[in-house]
C-alpha cells in the first residue's frame, strides 16, 4: 500500500496526542493554581477527562479508519499505532488508579511529599501536615505516555529521538519519588539516568550515520535507499542500524542492555514500577518493529537471526536468573526480561497475517495480543504488591509472602491468576498470547526457536510456581512477622479485578481483542 | 445443534467446584457430593445415549484467526473414559469425607471444589476434538492436581506436589512445542485447523513430522508413567493422600494412553509405526521393571504406583501393537485400571490413617483385627493382578491375545509379569494382613471399616466385578472406535491362526 503525504495537518488524526498533551500543560497549570489541599483531585480529574478524551478519539479515529501519514511523515498513523495507543492509554489510566491510592499509606500518596526531606525527618513531617505533595507525577505520567504514544507512530528519526526523550525524563524523574526506601528509589533514577542517556546517544549517532547513508531522516526512505542500493552492506548503514537498535533494545529490556531493568524496577514506586513494564515495553516493542518491519525490511533476511539469537538469549537469561531472586520486585523484573525474549521470538518470525483457510495472526497482531495480556498480568500482579506491606513499607521478599495464600485466599488466587497467565498456563491470557507468538514464529521458519521458547518457558514456569509455593505451601515464619495485606480502596481493587476478569476472559474467549488486533496486522509501508 | 449435553456434563462439574469453594463445612461437603452425583448421572445419561448411537458431538469456531474450534466428540473410547471419570470423583469424595480435619489441612470443601474442578477439566479434555482445546483442558488440569496433592497427605507433600508439576510442565511445554507445529504446519498445508479429524487428512510424513509426534508421545508418556519418565509416580503417591492419588492416576493418567490413541496414532500413523520398536520395547520394560519395583517397595502407596507403571506398560503395548483387539483390551484396561487402582489406593488410605503410616513393615496381622478391610484389601489386590472375574483380567487378557498375534517374543516376555504381579500383591497382603498382630498394629487399629468406607468399597468391587463378568456391554463401542483407530495407522488385523 502506498502512502500519500497529507500536507494540510490532519488535526481530527492528532487529536489525541494533541489532548494529552494539552491535558498535561493544564496539570502544570494546576500545580501553580490550585490550592494543596485540593490539588490531588483536580490532578486526577484533568488527567483522567484528558487520557479517556484521547482515548475515545483513538478509538473513534480507527473507526473511521484514519490511516495515513501526518505531520510531514514524522507520524504514521496505522492498525499498530492506533492499537498500541489504546493500549497505553488504558495502561495509564489504570497506572494512575494505582498511583492516586491513599488508604494503603494511611492516608498519604505512594510517593514521597518532599523529595528534598531526609525520610522521618521533622521536614517531612511538616510536609505531610501541609499536604506538600509531589502532584506533578499526574502530568508526568501524562507526559510520559505522550512521548510513548508518539514513540510508537514515528516514521521519522528525529521524532522518534524526540518521543524517546519526552517518555524517558518523566520516567527517570519518577523512580525518584518513592515514599518508602527512598535511597534505592533515587539510586535507582540516578541509574536509569546515566543509562537511559547513554542509550539515547547511542541511538542518536546511529540515527545521524543512516541520515548519512540514505540522505533523509525517514525511516520508509530508509527502505527505498537499501532497495536501490546495489551492492548493499554499506558500512555506514550497518554502522547505523547497529546503533539504533542499541537504543531500541535498551528501552525494551533485551540482554545484554537488559542490566538497568532489576534495579530500576526495585527502586521505583511499584505503580510506576508497573507502568515502565508495560508501557514503556510495549511502545518501545512497536517502534523496534517499525524500524524492522518498514525501514529494514529490504534487509529482513539479515535481522531475522539476530533477532532470534537475541530472543535466545533474553529468555533463558532472564528465566534463569530469574529463579534466583528473593525480592517479589527483582523477580517480576526478570521475568520481564524473560517475557522481552518471547516478544523477540514473534519479531524473528516476521510473517504477515492471513485469513480464511491459511488463516495465521501474523507477527505484529501476535505481539500486540501478546502485550495486552502481559500488560493484564503485569498491572494486576504489582497492583497485588503495593498491597502487601509491614510497618516499613511495602514487603517485598518473597519470604515474607510465606503463607499469604492461606491467609488471604482472595488475594492469593488472584496473584496465582496473574503468575500463571505469565508462566503462560491455559485458561489465562498468558496463554493465548504465547501460542499466537509461537506460532508465528514457526510459520517464518524458526521451528527451532519455537523449541528453545519452549524449553526456556519451562524454566521461567518454575520462578512463578516457586512462587505460588511460597504463598501456599510455606507456613508463615519469622520473615513474615509484621506483615499484612492493607486495605486498599476502590482504586486498586478496580485495577486488580480488572485484570484479573481481562486475563481470564481472554484466556477463554480471546477473539474480541484477537480480532482486533488482526485489523491492525499491518504497519503502513 | 441439538441440546449440549456434553458441554453441560463438563461444565456441572466446574459450576459445582465454585459453589463448593464458597460455602464452608458441611454444606460444602454435601454440595459437592451432590455436584459430582449429578455429574455421574448426567455421564451415564450420555454414555447410555452415545451407545445408542446419538451423536452427541458439538462443534463451533473458537478462535478463528488460528483456525481453533470448541469441538467435543463421543466415540466409544472418549465414552468409557467420561463413565470412568463421572464414577471415580463421588467415590473418591466419600472416602475423603474427613480430609480437612486433621492438623494443618486445608479444609474439606477446598478438596471437594479441587475435585469437582478436575474432573471438569479432564472431562474437557477426554471430549475435545480439537488439538488445542485439549492441551488448554490438559494443562488446566495440572492447577487443581497441585493443590490436591500439596493441600494434604503427608510432610513432604510441598515437593511432592512440585516434582509432580515439573514433570508434568515439561511434559506439557514439549506438547506445546508440537500443537504448535501441527498448527503451522497445517496452515501451510492449506487448511489451518486444529481439529483431529482434520489434522488427520493432512500428510506429517517427514522429518518435521516425527519431531512433533516426538513432543506428543514424551508428554503423553510422562503422563502415563512410562519408564524412564515414570520417576514422579511413585514419590508423589507417597506424599499425597489417598484421594487425590486415586484422580491422578485412576483418571488423569488415562490422558496420557487415551492422547496416544487420540493424536499420535490418528494424526501421526507414519510416525507411530516408524517409532513402534523403541516403544514396545519401552513397554516391556515398564510392564517388568514397574512389577519388580512393586515386590520391593517398602511402602503400599509406592508400592501400588509401581503397579500401576506395570499396567500402564500394557495398556501401551495394546496400543501400539495395532491390533482391533489389543486396543480394545487397552481401552478396556484403561477402564478397568481406573476402578481398581481407586480400590487399592483407597482401602490402603483406610490403612493408613488408621495407622499413621502406610509402610509395608508397619504392619502384621491386621485381619485378625479388622477382618472387613483386609478382605477388601485382598479383593483389590486380585484385581490388580488381574484375577479371571475381574476387570482388569478382561482387560489383560485382550492386550496380550490381541498382542501375541503380532509380536509373540515381547508379548511372551510380557506375560511373565502376570506372575509377577501374584507375587507383589500376595507378598503384600502376607506382610500386612496375616501373621501375629504386632504391638503397634494392636495399639494403632481399634475399628474395623466403618458404614462410610464400607460402601466406598463395596461400591468400587461391585463395580470391578461387573466389569469383570460382563464386559460385552462395551464391546460394540470400543469395537468400532479400536477399528478406526487400526485404520488410521493403516494396518490389517492379521488373520487369526495364520502365519504372522
Same mark, same amino acid.
Request: hydrophobic residues 55%.
Given at each position: 500500500m502506498m502512502t500519500q503525504l497529507v500536507v494540510q495537518p490532519d488535526y481530527r488524526a492528532l487529536a489525541p496526542l494533541i489532548i494529552l498533551f494539552a491535558a498535561a500543560a493544564v496539570g502544570v497549570l494546576v500545580e501553580g493554581i490550585i490550592k494543596k489541599g485540593l490539588r490531588d483531585e483536580a490532578q486526577l480529574i484533568v488527567s483522567g477527562i484528558g487520557l479517556l478524551a484521547s482515548l475515545a478519539f483513538t478509538i473513534q479515529n480507527w473507526n473511521q479508519d484514519r490511516l495515513g501519514v501526518h505531520a510531514e511523515g514524522s507520524l504514521t498513523m496505522d492498525g499498530p499505532t492506533y492499537f498500541i495507543w489504546g493500549l497505553l492509554l488504558v495502561a495509564t489510566i489504570l497506572t494512575l488508579l494505582l498511583v492516586s491510592e491513599r488508604k494503603l499509606n494511611s492516608g498519604a500518596l505512594n510517593?514521597?511529599?518532599?523529595?528534598?526531606?531526609?525520610?522521618?525527618?521533622?521536614?517531612?513531617?511538616?510536609?505531610?501536615q501541609s499536604r506538600t505533595e509531589h502532584t506533578e507525577i499526574y502530568p508526568l505520567v501524562l507526559f510520559s505516555t505522550f512521548g510513548m504514544m508518539m514513540f510508537a507512530s514515528a516514521t521519522d528519526w528525529i521524532t522518534m529521538f524526540v518521543a524517546l526523550e519526552v517518555f524517558s525524563l518523566p520516567l527517570y524523574l519518577l523512580c525518584g519519588l518513592a515514599r518508602r526506601r527512598r535511597l534505592l528509589s533515587q539510586e535507582a533514577a540516578l541509574k536509569y539516568f546515566m543509562l537511559g542517556s547513554l542509550a539515547s546517544a547511542i541511538?542518536?549517532?546511529?540515527?545521524?550515520?543512516?541520515? #548519512?547513508?540514505? #540522505?533523509? =531522516? !525517514?525511516?520508509? $526512505?530508509l527502505a527505498q535507499r537499501i532497495q536501490a542500493d546495489a551492492e548493499g552492506g554499506n558500512s555506514l548503514l550497518v554502522a547505523g542500524v547497529v546503533l539504533v537498535l542499541v537504543g531500541l533494545l535498551f528501552k525494551i529490556g533485551v540482554v545484554p542492555f537488559h542490566s538497568w531493568t532489576p534495579d530500576v524496577y526495585v527502586g521505583a514506586p511499584t505503580p510506576i514500577?508497573?507502568?515502565?513494564? +508495560?508501557?514503556?515495553?510495549?511502545?518501545?516493542? +512497536?517502534?523496534? $518493529?517499525?524500524?524492522?518491519?518498514? #525501514?529494514?525490511?529490504?534487509?529482513?533476511?539479515?535481522w531475522q537471526p539476530v533477532v532470534a539469537g537475541l530472543a535466545v538469549i533474553t529468555m533463558f537469561v532472564g528465566a534463569i536468573i530469574g529463579l534466583t531472586q528473593t525480592d517479589v520486585k527483582r523477580l517480576l523484573a526478570y521475568s520481564s526480561i524473560a517475557h522481552a525474549g518471547f516478544i523477540l521470538v514473534g519479531i524473528a518470525g516476521a510473517v504477515t497475517a492471513a485469513t480464511g483457510n491459511h488463516a495465521l495472526a501474523g507477527s505484529t497482531? !501476535? +505481539? =500486540?495480543?501478546?502485550?495486552?495480556?502481559? #500488560?493484564?498480568?503485569?498491572?494486576?500482579?504489582?497492583? +497485588?504488591?503495593?498491597?502487601?506491606r509491614r510497618a516499613g513499607g511495602e514487603a517485598t521478599q518473597l519470604a515474607a509472602w510465606s503463607g499469604l495464600g492461606r491467609q488471604h485466599p482472595v488475594l492469593g488466587a488472584l496473584m496465582t491468576l496473574f503468575l500463571l497467565s505469565f508462566a503462560g498456563i491455559p485458561l489465562t491470557a498468558g496463554f493465548i498470547g504465547k501460542l499466537e507468538v509461537f506460532l508465528a514464529a514457526w510459520a517464518g521458519g524458526y521451528a527451532w526457536l519455537v523449541f528453545a521458547a519452549v524449553i526456556a518457558s519451562l524454566v521461567a514456569a518454575y520462578i512463578y510456581l516457586r512462587f505460588i509455593m511460597v504463598m501456599f505451601f510455606r507456613d508463615a515464619g519469622e520473615a513474615t512477622e509484621g506483615v499484612q495485606v492493607e486495605q486498599a480502596s476502590w482504586m486498586t481493587w478496580t485495577v486488580i479485578i480488572l485484570c484479573a476478569v481481562g486475563t481470564l476472559v481472554l484466556g477463554l474467549w480471546s477473539s474480541p481483542l484477537g480480532d482486533l488486533a488482526i485489523r491492525a496486522s499491518e504497519f503502513l509501508r | 445443534m441439538g441440546f449440549p449435553l456434553l458441554t453441560i456434563l463438563a461444565l456441572v462439574p466446574l459450576v459445582g467446584s465454585l459453589i463448593t469453594f464458597a460455602l464452608k463445612g458441611n454444606a460444602g461437603k454435601y454440595t459437592g457430593l451432590f455436584f459430582s452425583v449429578v455429574a455421574a448421572a448426567l455421564g451415564l445419561w450420555a454414555f447410555i445415549a452415545a451407545r445408542n448411537g446419538t451423536d452427541l458431538s458439538e462443534t463451533h469456531t473458537w478462535i478463528e484467526s488460528i483456525g481453533a474450534h470448541y469441538a467435543l466428540g463421543s466415540d466409544g473410547m472418549t465414552m468409557i473414559m467420561v463413565l470412568l471419570t463421572v464414577a471415580v470423583v463421588p467415590v473418591v469424595l466419600i472416602a475423603e469425607w474427613f480430609v480437612g480435619d486433621g492438623e494443618g489441612r486445608?479444609?474439606?470443601?477446598?478438596?471437594?471444589?479441587?475435585?469437582l474442578m478436575l474432573e471438569s477439566f479432564a472431562l474437557f479434555c477426554f471430549m475435545s476434538m480439537d488439538t488445542l482445546l485439549f492441551y488448554l483442558f490438559f494443562e488446566a488440569t495440572l492447577i487443581p492436581m497441585y493443590f490436591l496433592i500439596g493441600g494434604w497427605g503427608g510432610p513432604r507433600? &510441598?515437593?511432592?506436589?512440585? *516434582?509432580?508439576?515439573?514433570?508434568?510442565?515439561?511434559? &506439557?511445554? /514439549? %506438547?506445546?512445542?508440537?500443537?504448535?507445529g501441527v498448527g503451522a504446519e497445517a496452515a501451510s498445508q492449506g487448511k489451518a485447523s486444529f481439529l483431529v479429524n482434520d489434522l488427520a487428512a493432512l500428510n506429517f510424513d517427514s522429518t518435521t513430522g516425527k519431531l512433533i509426534w516426538l513432543g506428543f508421545f514424551i508428554a503423553f508418556a510422562i503422563k502415563?508413567? %512410562? /519408564?524412564?519418565?515414570?520417576?514422579?509416580?511413585?514419590?508423589?503417591?507417597?506424599?499425597?493422600?489417598?484421594?487425590?492419588?486415586?484422580?491422578? /492416576?485412576?483418571?488423569?493418567? *488415562?490422558?496420557?494412553?487415551? &492422547? %496416544?490413541l487420540r493424536f499420535c496414532l490418528t494424526i501421526f500413523p507414519e510416525a507411530s509405526k516408524w517409532a513402534t520398536p523403541v516403544i514396545l520395547v519401552l513397554a516391556l520394560v515398564s510392564i517388568v521393571y514397574g512389577a519388580l519395583m512393586a515386590i520391593g517397595a517398602k511402602d503400599l502407596l509406592r508400592l501400588i504406583s509401581y503397579t500401576s507403571v506395570s499396567h500402564f506398560g500394557f495398556m501401551v503395548l495394546g496400543i501400539f501393537a495395532f491390533t482391533t483387539v489389543s486396543i480394545q483390551g487397552a481401552m478396556y484396561y484403561m477402564l478397568a485400571h481406573g476402578f481398581s487402582t481407586a480400590a487399592l489406593f483407597l482401602v490402603i488410605g483406610f490403612l493408613a490413617d488408621r495407622r499413621g503410616s502406610a509402610k509395608v513393615d508397619a504392619f502384621g496381622g491386621v485381619q485378625k483385627i479388622a477382618p472387613v478391610l483386609a478382605g477388601t484389601f485382598l479383593v483389590a489386590g486380585l484385581s490388580a493382578l488381574s484375577l479371571p472375574g475381574t476387570a482388569s483380567f478382561v482387560g489383560e487378557f485382550l492386550v496380550i491375545a490381541g498382542s501375541w498375534q503380532r509380536h509373540p517374543i515381547?508379548?511372551?516376555?510380557?506375560?511373565?509379569? %502376570? /506372575?509377577?504381579?501374584?507375587?507383589?500383591?500376595?507378598l503384600a497382603y502376607q506382610r500386612t494382613m496375616t501373621g501375629p498382630v504386632t504391638e503397634q498394629v494392636a495399639t494403632a487399629i481399634h475399628s474395623d471399616l466403618d458404614g462410610r468406607e464400607k460402601f466406598v468399597m463395596g461400591a468400587l468391587i461391585a463395580i470391578i466385578l461387573a466389569l469383570g463378568f460382563y464386559p460385552q456391554w462395551t464391546s460394540d463401542m470400543l469395537n468400532t472406535s479400536a477399528k478406526h483407530f487400526v485404520q488410521q495407522v493403516g494396518m490389517t488385523d492379521p488373520m487369526p491362526g495364520g502365519n504372522r
Amino acid at each position: 500500500m502506498m502512502t500519500q503525504l497529507v500536507v494540510q495537518p490532519d488535526y481530527r488524526a492528532l487529536a489525541p496526542l494533541i489532548i494529552l498533551f494539552a491535558a498535561a500543560a493544564v496539570g502544570v497549570l494546576v500545580e501553580g493554581i490550585i490550592k494543596k489541599g485540593l490539588r490531588d483531585e483536580a490532578q486526577l480529574i484533568v488527567s483522567g477527562i484528558g487520557l479517556l478524551a484521547s482515548l475515545a478519539f483513538t478509538i473513534q479515529n480507527w473507526n473511521q479508519d484514519r490511516l495515513g501519514v501526518h505531520a510531514e511523515g514524522s507520524l504514521t498513523m496505522d492498525g499498530p499505532t492506533y492499537f498500541i495507543w489504546g493500549l497505553l492509554l488504558v495502561a495509564t489510566i489504570l497506572t494512575l488508579l494505582l498511583v492516586s491510592e491513599r488508604k494503603l499509606n494511611s492516608g498519604a500518596l505512594n510517593f514521597t511529599p518532599y523529595a528534598a526531606s531526609v525520610p522521618g525527618s521533622p521536614l517531612e513531617a511538616k510536609a505531610f501536615q501541609s499536604r506538600t505533595e509531589h502532584t506533578e507525577i499526574y502530568p508526568l505520567v501524562l507526559f510520559s505516555t505522550f512521548g510513548m504514544m508518539m514513540f510508537a507512530s514515528a516514521t521519522d528519526w528525529i521524532t522518534m529521538f524526540v518521543a524517546l526523550e519526552v517518555f524517558s525524563l518523566p520516567l527517570y524523574l519518577l523512580c525518584g519519588l518513592a515514599r518508602r526506601r527512598r535511597l534505592l528509589s533515587q539510586e535507582a533514577a540516578l541509574k536509569y539516568f546515566m543509562l537511559g542517556s547513554l542509550a539515547s546517544a547511542i541511538f542518536l549517532y546511529g540515527t545521524a550515520l543512516l541520515y #548519512g547513508y540514505s #540522505g533523509s =531522516l !525517514s525511516i520508509r $526512505m530508509l527502505a527505498q535507499r537499501i532497495q536501490a542500493d546495489a551492492e548493499g552492506g554499506n558500512s555506514l548503514l550497518v554502522a547505523g542500524v547497529v546503533l539504533v537498535l542499541v537504543g531500541l533494545l535498551f528501552k525494551i529490556g533485551v540482554v545484554p542492555f537488559h542490566s538497568w531493568t532489576p534495579d530500576v524496577y526495585v527502586g521505583a514506586p511499584t505503580p510506576i514500577t508497573a507502568y515502565m513494564a +508495560i508501557a514503556t515495553k510495549a511502545a518501545a516493542v +512497536i517502534a523496534l $518493529m517499525r524500524v524492522l518491519y518498514v #525501514g529494514l525490511a529490504p534487509l529482513q533476511w539479515t535481522w531475522q537471526p539476530v533477532v532470534a539469537g537475541l530472543a535466545v538469549i533474553t529468555m533463558f537469561v532472564g528465566a534463569i536468573i530469574g529463579l534466583t531472586q528473593t525480592d517479589v520486585k527483582r523477580l517480576l523484573a526478570y521475568s520481564s526480561i524473560a517475557h522481552a525474549g518471547f516478544i523477540l521470538v514473534g519479531i524473528a518470525g516476521a510473517v504477515t497475517a492471513a485469513t480464511g483457510n491459511h488463516a495465521l495472526a501474523g507477527s505484529t497482531s !501476535s +505481539i =500486540l495480543f501478546y502485550l495486552s495480556a502481559y #500488560g493484564l498480568a503485569t498491572l494486576g500482579a504489582f497492583a +497485588i504488591v503495593t498491597m502487601v506491606r509491614r510497618a516499613g513499607g511495602e514487603a517485598t521478599q518473597l519470604a515474607a509472602w510465606s503463607g499469604l495464600g492461606r491467609q488471604h485466599p482472595v488475594l492469593g488466587a488472584l496473584m496465582t491468576l496473574f503468575l500463571l497467565s505469565f508462566a503462560g498456563i491455559p485458561l489465562t491470557a498468558g496463554f493465548i498470547g504465547k501460542l499466537e507468538v509461537f506460532l508465528a514464529a514457526w510459520a517464518g521458519g524458526y521451528a527451532w526457536l519455537v523449541f528453545a521458547a519452549v524449553i526456556a518457558s519451562l524454566v521461567a514456569a518454575y520462578i512463578y510456581l516457586r512462587f505460588i509455593m511460597v504463598m501456599f505451601f510455606r507456613d508463615a515464619g519469622e520473615a513474615t512477622e509484621g506483615v499484612q495485606v492493607e486495605q486498599a480502596s476502590w482504586m486498586t481493587w478496580t485495577v486488580i479485578i480488572l485484570c484479573a476478569v481481562g486475563t481470564l476472559v481472554l484466556g477463554l474467549w480471546s477473539s474480541p481483542l484477537g480480532d482486533l488486533a488482526i485489523r491492525a496486522s499491518e504497519f503502513l509501508r | 445443534m441439538g441440546f449440549p449435553l456434553l458441554t453441560i456434563l463438563a461444565l456441572v462439574p466446574l459450576v459445582g467446584s465454585l459453589i463448593t469453594f464458597a460455602l464452608k463445612g458441611n454444606a460444602g461437603k454435601y454440595t459437592g457430593l451432590f455436584f459430582s452425583v449429578v455429574a455421574a448421572a448426567l455421564g451415564l445419561w450420555a454414555f447410555i445415549a452415545a451407545r445408542n448411537g446419538t451423536d452427541l458431538s458439538e462443534t463451533h469456531t473458537w478462535i478463528e484467526s488460528i483456525g481453533a474450534h470448541y469441538a467435543l466428540g463421543s466415540d466409544g473410547m472418549t465414552m468409557i473414559m467420561v463413565l470412568l471419570t463421572v464414577a471415580v470423583v463421588p467415590v473418591v469424595l466419600i472416602a475423603e469425607w474427613f480430609v480437612g480435619d486433621g492438623e494443618g489441612r486445608w479444609a474439606t470443601n477446598v478438596f471437594f471444589a479441587l475435585a469437582l474442578m478436575l474432573e471438569s477439566f479432564a472431562l474437557f479434555c477426554f471430549m475435545s476434538m480439537d488439538t488445542l482445546l485439549f492441551y488448554l483442558f490438559f494443562e488446566a488440569t495440572l492447577i487443581p492436581m497441585y493443590f490436591l496433592i500439596g493441600g494434604w497427605g503427608g510432610p513432604r507433600r &510441598g515437593a511432592a506436589a512440585l *516434582k509432580f508439576l515439573l514433570f508434568s510442565l515439561a511434559g &506439557g511445554l /514439549v %506438547m506445546l512445542f508440537s500443537v504448535i507445529g501441527v498448527g503451522a504446519e497445517a496452515a501451510s498445508q492449506g487448511k489451518a485447523s486444529f481439529l483431529v479429524n482434520d489434522l488427520a487428512a493432512l500428510n506429517f510424513d517427514s522429518t518435521t513430522g516425527k519431531l512433533i509426534w516426538l513432543g506428543f508421545f514424551i508428554a503423553f508418556a510422562i503422563k502415563a508413567p %512410562m /519408564v524412564p519418565v515414570h520417576t514422579w509416580l511413585p514419590d508423589t503417591a507417597e506424599q499425597a493422600r489417598p484421594g487425590a492419588s486415586t484422580l491422578l /492416576v485412576g483418571i488423569l493418567d *488415562k490422558i496420557g494412553t487415551f &492422547g %496416544m490413541l487420540r493424536f499420535c496414532l490418528t494424526i501421526f500413523p507414519e510416525a507411530s509405526k516408524w517409532a513402534t520398536p523403541v516403544i514396545l520395547v519401552l513397554a516391556l520394560v515398564s510392564i517388568v521393571y514397574g512389577a519388580l519395583m512393586a515386590i520391593g517397595a517398602k511402602d503400599l502407596l509406592r508400592l501400588i504406583s509401581y503397579t500401576s507403571v506395570s499396567h500402564f506398560g500394557f495398556m501401551v503395548l495394546g496400543i501400539f501393537a495395532f491390533t482391533t483387539v489389543s486396543i480394545q483390551g487397552a481401552m478396556y484396561y484403561m477402564l478397568a485400571h481406573g476402578f481398581s487402582t481407586a480400590a487399592l489406593f483407597l482401602v490402603i488410605g483406610f490403612l493408613a490413617d488408621r495407622r499413621g503410616s502406610a509402610k509395608v513393615d508397619a504392619f502384621g496381622g491386621v485381619q485378625k483385627i479388622a477382618p472387613v478391610l483386609a478382605g477388601t484389601f485382598l479383593v483389590a489386590g486380585l484385581s490388580a493382578l488381574s484375577l479371571p472375574g475381574t476387570a482388569s483380567f478382561v482387560g489383560e487378557f485382550l492386550v496380550i491375545a490381541g498382542s501375541w498375534q503380532r509380536h509373540p517374543i515381547i508379548t511372551g516376555i510380557a506375560t511373565i509379569a %502376570m /506372575v509377577l504381579s501374584a507375587l507383589y500383591v500376595l507378598l503384600a497382603y502376607q506382610r500386612t494382613m496375616t501373621g501375629p498382630v504386632t504391638e503397634q498394629v494392636a495399639t494403632a487399629i481399634h475399628s474395623d471399616l466403618d458404614g462410610r468406607e464400607k460402601f466406598v468399597m463395596g461400591a468400587l468391587i461391585a463395580i470391578i466385578l461387573a466389569l469383570g463378568f460382563y464386559p460385552q456391554w462395551t464391546s460394540d463401542m470400543l469395537n468400532t472406535s479400536a477399528k478406526h483407530f487400526v485404520q488410521q495407522v493403516g494396518m490389517t488385523d492379521p488373520m487369526p491362526g495364520g502365519n504372522r
